[in-house]
């Protein structure tokens, strides 16, 4: 049986950049004429997707299947690692939930999950030409190197050549990269073929010195220096990025305050009103919110945890007093439990609280329940007043993950969801409030149908009696690929890359 040809992406910690240089380089071989996937068999990220099938993976892995032109399935992250506090994680295997056990007890369980992860990359092997492994924080973590199963266990176990990413807008790449491959053993440092110098802003002949010293240090080569971007849209892995994202330059009329939940999840569910020109910014502080036009409360993957951060922080009072002066409110998933009275929790499946009270705003309740819901969904709009004007019968796309179900004592359902990969569906999904100013939904990617999203915002403009706007009219997030793969195209030597991989350029 054929197999595919194999390239691992690691790099000397996280947030380096290895999403995206999977990403960039699965765009870069589709164009070339291959068949490409990714794969990561352990990823640790709130920002998840469902796939077609049902199964949740990471948002990482979704974008490079968009990238390389191809479907996303849970054999391209096996392992999905969901923290639901700094000591515990709720483990996904194979798209489905498996447990919520501490750091300490997962790794009781790699050598089992070893198995799974071994038969999910040869499936995507003899499916694919070229199969691009993305690694996890960096391979020299010397204290978790006999129980990992994301870095150099996986590419020896396959045989991999490797390419190191540093990221040098941090400072410290050269010592980074050098250190790095210092503490590989000597077997693991024999694959590691070349070494990538990521985010560099400035002349890049200023560097050549530093990296003719590396590359003699080494005796591995620096097959590239990547430019710092930020002009390119892809949605990236986790909250980290949060960190370092700039606040908006955006200076459209709209300005949007996302509050940024300790555990928030999904936050790419707003890149597209970014891209409608949307003063977009992620509020962690009373002091932060200022008057913005709209409210966003975001999925969380801890919804008691994080409503108590809101109470603590004092911006529970701040969103309640602009909410009942008039300012709307959104809540998806998790944000949207929050916005109802109250959340029961009988079994504790989420915390050590069987009861919680909610913001209030909506006349709804949320019961927790064990099994999580994990689908596609295809939905119509049913309700019209305020934020919904002139969408009612509109249909969308979108996907839930949630392990609530919630009940609206008003019958003020927003959507009705009429069809999941399963086939033909009916039940309701959302609440509406009367004056059409506060709205909740499990929709994930809600925002992301064009239709919806332009009225949306021309409705949240009349609100506030500010002009309407004709908005982009869809977001092209294949140019975006597009622009990546140029990028790194124009900045690694990719002959030398097909050469690693013994594949025909």
Not at 402 to 418: D, L, V
């Amino acid at each position: 049986m054929k197999k595919a040809r194999t390239l691992m992406i690691q790099g000397t910690a996280s947030s380096v950049g290895k999403s995206i240089m999977v990403a960039a380089l699965c765009r870069i071989f589709r164009q070339d004429g291959y068949k490409v996937a990714p794969f990561k068999s352990q990823n640790m990220a709130l920002n998840s997707f469902v796939t077609a099938g049902g199964g949740e993976i990471g948002r990482a892995q979704v974008v490079q299947a968009e990238a390389a032109g191809i479907a996303p399935t849970v054999d391209m992250n096996p392992v999905l690692l969901k923290p639901t506090t700094d000591s515990r994680s709720q483990v996904i295997v194979l798209g489905k939930a498996f447990k919520t056990i501490s750091a300490r007890d997962y790794y009781k369980y790699t050598p089992s999950l070893l198995e799974t992860v071994s038969d999910a990359f040869d499936r995507l092997r003899a499916a694919y030409d070229i199969v691009i492994i993305e690694g996890a924080g960096s391979p020299a973590e010397i204290n978790l190197k006999d129980r990992e199963i994301v870095n150099m266990r996986i590419a020896r176990m396959s045989g991999t050549p490797v390419l190191l990413v540093g990221d040098i807008d941090r400072g410290g790449v050269f010592a980074s990269l050098v250190g790095t491959l210092e503490l590989l053993d000597e077997d693991e440092r024999e694959l590691v073929k070349g070494m990538i110098i990521n985010k560099f802003r400035g002349d890049v002949t200023l560097l050549e010195s530093a990296i003719e010293y590396l590359e003699n240090r080494t005796g591995k080569p620096v097959l590239g220096v990547v430019p710092y971007f930020r002009d390119i849209r892809i949605a990236q892995e986790d909250s980290v990025y949060l960190d370092e994202r700039p606040p908006s330059k955006a200076t459209g009329d709209l300005e949007i305050a996302v509050i940024r939940l300790p555990h928030i999840s999904n936050y790419d569910d707003f890149d597209p009103l970014e891209e409608e020109g949307c003063m977009v910014n992620y509020v962690s502080r009373r002091s932060e919110l200022g008057s913005p036009h709209l409210i966003i409360l975001p999925g969380t993957k801890s919804t008691v945890a994080d409503l108590a951060y809101l109470r603590h922080s004092g911006l529970t009072t701040s969103i309640l007093t602009r909410a009942r002066a008039g300012t709307p409110v959104v809540g998806i998933c998790g944000g949207y439990q929050m916005l109802g009275q109250k959340i029961l929790d009988p079994q504790k499946v989420e915390s050590g609280n069987t009861e919680v009270t909610g913001l209030g705003l909506l006349d709804m309740i949320t019961d927790f329940v064990p099994e999580k819901s994990t689908t596609q969904v295809r939905a119509r709009v049913i309700a019209d007043p305020g934020l919904l004007d002139g969408t009612k019968g509109l249909e969308l796309t979108g996907y839930e993950i949630h392990m609530g179900q919630t009940r609206s004592e008003e019958k003020a359902s927003a959507f009705q969801i009429i069809e999941t990969p399963q086939g033909v569906a009916d039940y309701a999904d959302g609440v509406l409030n009367a004056r059409g100013t506060i709205l909740g939904s499990y929709l994930h990617g809600l925002f992301h149908n064009d239709s919806f999203r332009q009225t949306f915002l021309n409705n949240l403009r009349k609100h506030w009696g500010l002009a309407e706007s004709e908005g982009n009219s869809k977001i092209d997030k294949e140019r975006q690929y597009d622009r990546l793969a140029e990028l790194v195209r124009q900045s690694l030597d990719i002959p030398e890359i097909y050469r690693i991989m013994e594949v025909q350029a």
